[in-house]
Nanobody, 128 residues
C-alpha cells in the first residue's frame, strides 16, 4: 500500500522559509514520480513542483520558480520541498503525491489528475 506522509508545514511571515518533507513507503521509490501540490480555499489544486524518478527532471510553475526547490533522498524514500521568500499567496494546504512513472511527462507536466496516491496534506500559512 502506497503511503505518503507530509510534515513541515506551519505559520511563517512573508519572506520566510519552510521545508516540507514527504516520507514515502509501500512502493519502489525509484519507479515513481513525486509531486507537491497545493490547494487554497476556493481554488483548484495546482502543481507546485514535481520530480522525475528516471532522470531527476523537475517542474515548477512560474509562480514559484526561483523560490521553491524540490529534492529527493532516495536512500530515505523522502522528497523535500524547500520554500523560500514565501508570500501570503503561497498559503494553502500542501499535498505530496506519487504516481508510477510510465511516462516522464507525469513529472514534467505535473498535473494533479495524473497522480493517484496522495498524502493527507500539511497546512502552510504565510502572514503579511
Amino acid at each position: 500500500e502506497v503511503q505518503l506522509v507530509e510534515s513541515g508545514g506551519g505559520l511563517v511571515q512573508a519572506g520566510g522559509s519552510l521545508r516540507l518533507s514527504c516520507a514515502a513507503s509501500g512502493f519502489t521509490f525509484d519507479d515513481y514520480a513525486i509531486g507537491w501540490f497545493r490547494q487554497a480555499p476556493g481554488k483548484e489544486r495546482e502543481g507546485v513542483s514535481c520530480i522525475s524518478s528516471t532522470d531527476g527532471s523537475t517542474y515548477y510553475p512560474d509562480s514559484v520558480k526561483g523560490r521553491f526547490t524540490i529534492s529527493s533522498d532516495n536512500a530515505k524514500n523522502t522528497v523535500y520541498l524547500q520554500m523560500n521568500s514565501l508570500k501570503p499567496e503561497d498559503t494553502a494546504v500542501y499535498y505530496c503525491a506519487a504516481e508510477y512513472q510510465l511516462f516522464i511527462t507525469i513529472a514534467t507536466i505535473c498535473h494533479p489528475a495524473d497522480f493517484g496516491s496522495w498524502g493527507q496534506g500539511t497546512q502552510v500559512t504565510v502572514s503579511s
